[in-house]
T-cell receptor
Framework: AQKITQTQPGMFVQEKEAVTLDCTYD???????LFWYKQPSSGEMIFLIY??????QNATEGRYSLNFQKARKSANLVISASQLGDSAMYFC?????????????FGRGTSLIVHP | EAQVTQNPRYLITVTGKKLTVTCSQN?????MSWYRQDPGLGLRQIYY???????DKGDVPEGYKVSRKEKRNFPLILESPSPNQTSLYFC??????????????FGSGTQLSVL
Protein backbone atom coordinates (compact mmCIF):
# COMPACT_ATOMS: atom_id res chain seq x y z
CA ALA A 1 0.00 0.00 0.00
CA GLN A 2 1.19 3.48 -0.77
CA LYS A 3 2.26 5.51 2.23
CA ILE A 4 1.71 8.83 0.48
CA THR A 5 -1.24 9.31 -1.85
CA GLN A 6 -1.67 12.29 -4.11
CA THR A 7 -4.96 11.76 -5.92
CA GLN A 8 -4.73 14.71 -8.32
CA PRO A 9 -2.42 13.97 -11.25
CA GLY A 10 -3.07 17.45 -12.61
CA MET A 11 -4.58 20.69 -11.38
CA PHE A 12 -5.38 23.98 -13.09
CA VAL A 13 -5.79 27.34 -11.38
CA GLN A 14 -6.27 30.90 -12.49
CA GLU A 15 -3.52 33.35 -11.64
CA LYS A 16 -4.10 35.09 -8.28
CA GLU A 17 -6.51 32.40 -7.12
CA ALA A 18 -5.78 29.97 -4.27
CA VAL A 19 -5.31 26.27 -4.92
CA THR A 20 -5.19 23.20 -2.68
CA LEU A 21 -3.09 20.17 -3.53
CA ASP A 22 -4.18 17.02 -1.73
CA CYS A 23 -1.98 14.61 0.18
CA THR A 24 -3.03 11.74 2.40
CA TYR A 25 -0.64 9.51 4.27
CA ASP A 26 -0.60 6.18 5.98
CA UNK A 27 1.46 5.48 9.07
CA UNK A 28 1.13 3.76 12.40
CA UNK A 29 3.94 5.81 13.93
CA UNK A 30 3.06 8.62 16.31
CA UNK A 31 6.13 10.58 15.28
CA UNK A 32 6.40 11.60 11.66
CA UNK A 33 7.15 14.60 9.50
CA LEU A 34 5.44 15.75 6.32
CA PHE A 35 7.09 17.72 3.56
CA TRP A 36 6.18 19.36 0.29
CA TYR A 37 8.65 19.82 -2.54
CA LYS A 38 8.28 21.71 -5.81
CA GLN A 39 9.79 20.64 -9.11
CA PRO A 40 9.62 23.32 -11.81
CA SER A 41 10.14 22.48 -15.47
CA SER A 42 13.88 23.04 -15.03
CA GLY A 43 13.92 19.84 -12.97
CA GLU A 44 15.40 20.79 -9.63
CA MET A 45 13.65 19.81 -6.40
CA ILE A 46 12.87 22.67 -4.05
CA PHE A 47 11.79 22.26 -0.42
CA LEU A 48 8.65 24.26 0.36
CA ILE A 49 7.25 23.46 3.79
CA TYR A 50 7.40 21.04 6.71
CA UNK A 51 4.87 19.89 9.32
CA UNK A 52 5.69 17.70 12.31
CA UNK A 53 3.11 15.31 13.67
CA UNK A 54 3.21 16.98 17.08
CA UNK A 55 3.00 20.51 15.75
CA UNK A 56 -0.26 22.06 16.90
CA GLN A 57 -0.24 24.91 14.44
CA ASN A 58 -0.44 24.46 10.68
CA ALA A 59 2.86 25.31 9.04
CA THR A 60 3.09 28.42 6.87
CA GLU A 61 5.86 29.72 4.63
CA GLY A 62 4.92 32.86 2.76
CA ARG A 63 2.18 31.97 0.28
CA TYR A 64 2.39 28.30 1.20
CA SER A 65 0.48 26.75 4.06
CA LEU A 66 -0.05 23.18 5.07
CA ASN A 67 -3.58 22.19 6.07
CA PHE A 68 -2.76 19.42 8.54
CA GLN A 69 -5.67 17.24 9.62
CA LYS A 70 -4.17 14.53 11.76
CA ALA A 71 -7.32 12.50 12.35
CA ARG A 72 -7.94 12.33 8.62
CA LYS A 73 -4.26 11.75 7.90
CA SER A 74 -4.15 14.53 5.39
CA ALA A 75 -1.53 17.21 4.76
CA ASN A 76 -2.81 19.36 1.95
CA LEU A 77 -0.71 22.17 0.48
CA VAL A 78 -2.49 25.47 0.02
CA ILE A 79 -0.97 28.02 -2.32
CA SER A 80 -2.53 31.43 -2.00
CA ALA A 81 -2.53 34.05 -4.76
CA SER A 82 -1.13 31.72 -7.41
CA GLN A 83 1.55 33.03 -9.71
CA LEU A 84 2.63 31.83 -13.15
CA GLY A 85 5.89 30.68 -11.57
CA ASP A 86 3.96 28.25 -9.38
CA SER A 87 3.40 26.03 -12.43
CA ALA A 88 5.34 22.89 -11.50
CA MET A 89 5.13 19.35 -10.16
CA TYR A 90 4.49 19.15 -6.43
CA PHE A 91 5.47 16.21 -4.30
CA CYS A 92 4.28 15.32 -0.82
CA UNK A 93 6.69 13.29 1.30
CA UNK A 94 6.82 11.75 4.76
CA UNK A 95 9.49 10.76 7.23
CA UNK A 96 8.39 8.29 9.86
CA UNK A 97 10.17 7.83 13.13
CA UNK A 98 10.71 4.51 14.85
CA UNK A 99 9.52 1.76 12.55
CA UNK A 100 10.01 3.94 9.47
CA UNK A 101 13.64 4.57 10.35
CA UNK A 102 13.24 8.14 9.17
CA UNK A 103 13.51 7.10 5.51
CA UNK A 104 11.64 9.61 3.33
CA UNK A 105 8.87 8.33 1.05
CA PHE A 106 7.26 10.33 -1.72
CA GLY A 107 3.89 10.52 -3.41
CA ARG A 108 3.47 10.38 -7.18
CA GLY A 109 3.12 14.10 -7.51
CA THR A 110 0.57 16.63 -8.76
CA SER A 111 1.18 18.76 -11.81
CA LEU A 112 -0.07 22.31 -11.28
CA ILE A 113 -0.65 24.68 -14.17
CA VAL A 114 -1.38 28.32 -13.45
CA HIS A 115 -3.30 30.13 -16.20
CA PRO A 116 -2.90 33.87 -16.77
CA GLU B 1 27.67 27.38 -1.17
CA ALA B 2 25.92 24.37 0.37
CA GLN B 3 25.02 21.98 -2.39
CA VAL B 4 24.67 18.49 -3.73
CA THR B 5 26.66 18.09 -6.93
CA GLN B 6 25.54 15.39 -9.30
CA ASN B 7 27.18 14.50 -12.61
CA PRO B 8 26.59 14.15 -15.45
CA ARG B 9 23.42 16.10 -16.11
CA TYR B 10 22.61 14.11 -19.22
CA LEU B 11 23.85 10.69 -20.26
CA ILE B 12 23.06 8.54 -23.27
CA THR B 13 24.50 5.05 -23.28
CA VAL B 14 23.94 1.62 -24.74
CA THR B 15 22.70 -1.54 -23.12
CA GLY B 16 25.34 -3.30 -21.06
CA LYS B 17 27.91 -0.53 -20.88
CA LYS B 18 28.80 0.10 -17.25
CA LEU B 19 28.31 3.63 -16.00
CA THR B 20 28.66 5.65 -12.82
CA VAL B 21 26.70 8.71 -11.78
CA THR B 22 28.58 10.71 -9.18
CA CYS B 23 27.11 12.54 -6.21
CA SER B 24 28.93 14.72 -3.75
CA GLN B 25 27.69 16.95 -0.94
CA ASN B 26 29.63 19.60 0.97
CA UNK B 27 27.35 19.86 4.02
CA UNK B 28 28.77 17.00 6.09
CA UNK B 29 25.43 15.20 5.84
CA UNK B 30 25.10 11.72 7.26
CA UNK B 31 22.19 10.62 5.11
CA MET B 32 22.42 10.24 1.34
CA SER B 33 20.11 8.54 -1.10
CA TRP B 34 19.33 7.92 -4.75
CA TYR B 35 15.92 8.23 -6.36
CA ARG B 36 14.61 7.63 -9.81
CA GLN B 37 11.71 9.62 -11.18
CA ASP B 38 9.42 8.20 -13.81
CA PRO B 39 6.22 9.78 -15.17
CA GLY B 40 3.22 8.86 -13.04
CA LEU B 41 5.34 7.03 -10.48
CA GLY B 42 6.87 9.90 -8.55
CA LEU B 43 10.22 9.44 -6.83
CA ARG B 44 11.19 5.93 -5.91
CA GLN B 45 14.14 5.25 -3.70
CA ILE B 46 16.91 3.07 -5.10
CA TYR B 47 19.47 2.96 -2.29
CA TYR B 48 20.25 4.99 0.76
CA UNK B 49 23.10 5.40 3.19
CA UNK B 50 22.92 6.46 6.80
CA UNK B 51 26.65 7.01 7.11
CA UNK B 52 30.03 5.91 5.80
CA UNK B 53 30.11 2.22 4.92
CA UNK B 54 26.40 1.87 5.75
CA UNK B 55 24.11 1.36 2.76
CA ASP B 56 20.74 -0.26 2.32
CA LYS B 57 18.26 -1.06 -0.41
CA GLY B 58 15.32 1.16 -1.16
CA ASP B 59 12.21 0.23 -3.07
CA VAL B 60 13.78 -0.40 -6.50
CA PRO B 61 17.41 -1.54 -6.03
CA GLU B 62 17.61 -4.16 -8.79
CA GLY B 63 20.28 -3.37 -11.35
CA TYR B 64 22.02 -0.73 -9.23
CA LYS B 65 24.98 -0.61 -6.87
CA VAL B 66 26.21 2.08 -4.52
CA SER B 67 29.12 2.66 -2.19
CA ARG B 68 29.79 5.11 0.63
CA LYS B 69 33.52 5.10 1.29
CA GLU B 70 33.63 8.77 2.18
CA LYS B 71 30.98 10.85 3.87
CA ARG B 72 30.69 13.32 1.03
CA ASN B 73 30.41 10.92 -1.92
CA PHE B 74 27.71 8.45 -2.86
CA PRO B 75 28.10 7.20 -6.44
CA LEU B 76 25.41 5.21 -8.24
CA ILE B 77 26.71 2.40 -10.41
CA LEU B 78 24.86 0.63 -13.19
CA GLU B 79 26.94 -2.44 -13.99
CA SER B 80 24.92 -3.48 -17.04
CA PRO B 81 22.34 -0.83 -17.89
CA SER B 82 19.12 -1.84 -19.61
CA PRO B 83 16.49 0.29 -21.38
CA ASN B 84 14.12 0.04 -18.40
CA GLN B 85 16.66 2.06 -16.42
CA THR B 86 16.06 5.04 -18.66
CA SER B 87 14.91 7.62 -16.12
CA LEU B 88 15.62 10.86 -14.30
CA TYR B 89 17.87 10.21 -11.31
CA PHE B 90 18.28 12.34 -8.22
CA CYS B 91 20.81 12.22 -5.46
CA UNK B 92 19.70 13.72 -2.15
CA UNK B 93 21.20 14.26 1.27
CA UNK B 94 20.20 15.42 4.71
CA UNK B 95 21.83 15.76 8.10
CA UNK B 96 20.94 13.77 11.18
CA UNK B 97 19.02 10.87 9.77
CA UNK B 98 17.33 10.34 13.12
CA UNK B 99 15.48 13.66 13.08
CA UNK B 100 12.08 13.92 11.47
CA UNK B 101 12.30 17.53 10.35
CA UNK B 102 15.42 17.24 8.24
CA UNK B 103 14.61 18.25 4.69
CA UNK B 104 16.35 16.70 1.73
CA UNK B 105 18.82 18.63 -0.38
CA PHE B 106 18.71 17.44 -3.97
CA GLY B 107 21.21 17.37 -6.77
CA SER B 108 20.21 18.83 -10.12
CA GLY B 109 19.33 15.42 -11.57
CA THR B 110 20.74 13.12 -14.23
CA GLN B 111 18.63 12.28 -17.25
CA LEU B 112 19.78 8.83 -18.34
CA SER B 113 18.82 7.22 -21.62
CA VAL B 114 19.79 3.59 -22.24
CA LEU B 115 19.49 2.56 -25.89
Amino acid sequence: AQKITQTQPGMFVQEKEAVTLDCTYDTSDQSYGLFWYKQPSSGEMIFLIYQGSYDEQNATEGRYSLNFQKARKSANLVISASQLGDSAMYFCAMREGGGGSYIPTFGRGTSLIVHP
Amino acid sequence: EAQVTQNPRYLITVTGKKLTVTCSQNMNHEYMSWYRQDPGLGLRQIYYSMNVEVTDKGDVPEGYKVSRKEKRNFPLILESPSPNQTSLYFCASSRHQGRLGEKLFFGSGTQLSVL
